[in-house]
């Protein structure tokens, strides 16, 4: 790990641990980076989103301290999470990019039917819920964060696909048909590893 590299936080998604992103990891040389990739326990859609915000945010701290600066990436439902914590809990404040994979930021139809009494977490992700209008009505936050945001448009997770990106910054469509394939399909891996790891 080199500690002249700024910190890069991994966020895994639903139904994910910080295992999903072992193959991204072996196409770099570890050793040359500061990564950190926090498990935080989503009870398969029953813990919210805000909730997990708040668990990452004591992660960072607890690795990283305080106020240094970092990147993160956040894959699917990760990536949700991570805007939580960027723009509920200042966390653009210490944050140079912000890289979403395949992150429902408008909502995802295959939600759209789940109870938020049952797994409030997935529900925070329905088109319209109101979660995603309050990060949506405001990004001037984000507009600090150098913002790259990576997708398909044939994503059935993140669904539609071709809205699995931010309004703000770039955004790549990746050669892939499914959402896991995103972070997992080398073709796709090719594209992301250089994005990320091209200058930290």
């Avoid at 990739?37 to 398969?44: A, E, G, T, V």
Wanted: aromatic letters at 10%; hydrophobic letters at 40%; one cysteine or more.
């Amino acid at each position: 790990m080199n500690p002249n590299k700024r910190p890069i936080f991994l966020v895994h998604g639903l139904w994910n641990n910080p295992k999903l992103f072992e193959k991204l990891i072996k196409r770099i040389n570890e050793d040359d980076y500061q990564l950190y990739r926090p498990h935080l326990p989503h009870k398969f859609g029953k813990t919210s989103l805000r909730r997990l915000a708040i668990d990452l945010d004591s992660k960072i701290e607890e690795l990283v301290g305080p106020e240094k600066e970092i990147d993160i990436v956040g894959f699917s439902m990760g990536g949700l999470v991570s805007r939580i914590w960027l723009q509920k809990h200042n966390g653009f404040l210490r944050t140079k990019r912000f890289f979403s994979i395949g992150t429902p930021h408008f909502g995802t139809y295959t939600a759209q039917m789940i109870p938020s009494s049952f797994m409030p977490g997935i529900a925070e992700m329905k088109r319209g819920s109101s979660l995603l209008s309050q990060l949506n009505t405001d990004l001037s936050s984000l507009e600090k964060v150098e913002c790259v945001s990576f997708f398909t448009k044939w994503d059935l997770m993140s669904f539609p696909g071709w809205q699995a990106k931010l309004s703000i910054g770039d955004s790549y469509h990746l050669p892939v048909l499914t959402h896991k394939e995103l972070i997992t399909n080398s073709n796709s891996l090719k594209i992301v590893v250089k994005k990320i790891f091209n200058d930290t």
